[in-house]
């Protein structure tokens, strides 16, 4: 399927899915996620578990283990980042990212997680 010419999120990271993520908001709609304290609260475990080697998970890492793996308080700090954009983003494979094998539930929660980030900005 060819793409929407549509430059978006996440300019930081070239490797990104464009595409995908343009097709997600295009048709994906605005369906806002209620993240509660839960899902942050396990967004954390899971992001510490399956993330953290690489990734700068909590907000007060600035490093992450991994150089080119941006810290989790830096994605969550783009400007104009969403939940889809997000959740998008982690179905997506990445040249040096291991293609996660996460359901629904943990994408929810670990993006979740990064959303509630206070983010640099
Ligand atoms: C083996 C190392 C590794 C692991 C494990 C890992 N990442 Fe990444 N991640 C990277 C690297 C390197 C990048 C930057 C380059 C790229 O996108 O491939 C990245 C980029 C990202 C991005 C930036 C957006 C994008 O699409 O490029 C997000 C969001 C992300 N990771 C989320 C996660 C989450 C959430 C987890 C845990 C569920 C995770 N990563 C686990 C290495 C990793």
Do not use: W
């Amino acid at each position: 399927m060819k793409p929407y010419a549509f430059t978006f999120i996440l300019p930081k990271f070239a490797t990104m899915r464009t595409a995908a993520v343009a097709l997600a908001l295009l048709f994906g709609g605005g369906a806002a996620m209620a993240a509660d304290a839960d899902d942050v609260r396990e967004g954390l475990k899971l992001a510490r578990q399956i993330c953290a080697d690489c990734h700068a998970v909590r907000a007060a890492e600035v490093q992450s283990p991994n150089r080119n793996a941006p810290s989790f308080e830096d994605i969550a700090g783009i400007s104009g980042i969403t939940a889809i954009a997000l959740k998008v983003a982690l179905r997506s494979s990445h040249r040096e990212m291991p293609n996660l094998i996460l359901n629904e539930d943990e994408i929810d929660r670990i993006v979740a997680y990064i959303l509630s980030l206070p983010g640099d900005r």
